[in-house]
């Protein structure tokens, strides 16, 4: 399983940040396989984001979730992650995961991509 | 939102000896039902992602070294190294799955002393 970040590394306030996750080693069209985005800002401790499963069902982090949206390709092996109005705060280091196939609603992520650092600033 | 502490924010420990870090989570993440607790424990050396070590408390993740032990139950959890090797230089997060969001501790960064 392998999972790849893409997107802009530099990004405006209040702009719309759009960022792929390119995937291989399994399918979103897999009962129970869901792919999560997580972040975290340089120096400091990981926050998860949002996730969506293999029947489209999505979940958010309530204290972002008016600002995100997640979707998939399926057919493409991609999830999409967007982030209206960002901010300078929102400067962090990007990874999506694969959630481990525990079948429960826990969310635990056992394969991370690289990450991909995006800075907000004007 | 369940919020996990850990401590001690950094240490220093010789090569070949114990490093130890704790994790108390604001509220119980043992599952009843199954009994199982809902605590993970990651590492992340600089420039990489974080790495599963540890899963539902004890239970190490495929091709995790021995030396790496995980116990606790309830609120209170403990990443144990036996023994340290240089290649564990590292920052080590615990994180709850127990509730959504799940929360990750502020993280542990441990050196060679």
């Known amino acids: 399983i392998t999972l790849k970040e893409s997107g802009p590394t530099l990004v405006t306030p209040t702009q719309t940040l759009t960022l792929t996750c390119s995937f291989s080693?399994?399918?979103?069209?897999?009962?129970?396989?869901?792919v999560g985005w997580l972040r975290q800002p340089p120096g400091k401790t990981l926050e998860w984001l949002a996730l969506?499963?293999?029947?489209?069902?999505?979940r958010y982090n309530p204290s972002l979730e008016r600002r995100l949206t997640i979707a998939k390709d399926t057919y493409r092996d991609q999830v999409v992650l967007t982030m209206t109005n960002v901010d300078p705060v929102d400067t962090a280091t990007y990874y999506c995961?694969?959630?481990?196939?525990?079948?429960?609603?826990?969310?635990?992520?056992?394969?991370w991509g690289q990450g991909t650092l995006v800075t907000v600033s004007p | 939102d369940i919020v996990v502490t850990q401590s001690p924010d950094s240490l220093a420990v010789s090569l070949g000896e114990r490093a130890t870090i704790n994790c108390k989570s604001s509220?119980?993440?043992?599952?009843?039902?199954?009994?199982?607790?809902?605590l993970a424990w990651f590492q992340q050396k600089p420039g990489q992602p974080p790495r599963l070590l540890i899963y539902?408390?004890?239970i190490r993740e495929s091709g995790v070294p021995d030396r790496f032990r995980g116990s606790g139950s309830g609120t209170d959890f403990t990443l144990t190294i036996s023994s340290l090797q240089a290649e564990d230089v590292a920052v080590y997060y615990c994180?709850?799955?127990?509730?959504?969001?799940?929360?990750f501790g502020q993280g542990t960064k441990v050196e060679i002393k």
């Open positions: 539902l408390a004890s």
């Open positions: 994180q709850q799955y127990y509730a959504t969001p799940p929360e």
């Open positions: 509220q119980s993440i043992l599952y009843n039902s199954n009994n199982k607790n809902y």
């Open positions: 969506i499963y293999w029947d489209d069902d999505k």
């Open positions: 080693g399994f399918s979103l069209s897999t009962t129970a396989v869901a």
């Open positions: 995961a694969h959630k481990q196939d525990n079948s429960d609603w826990s969310l635990l992520f056992d394969y």
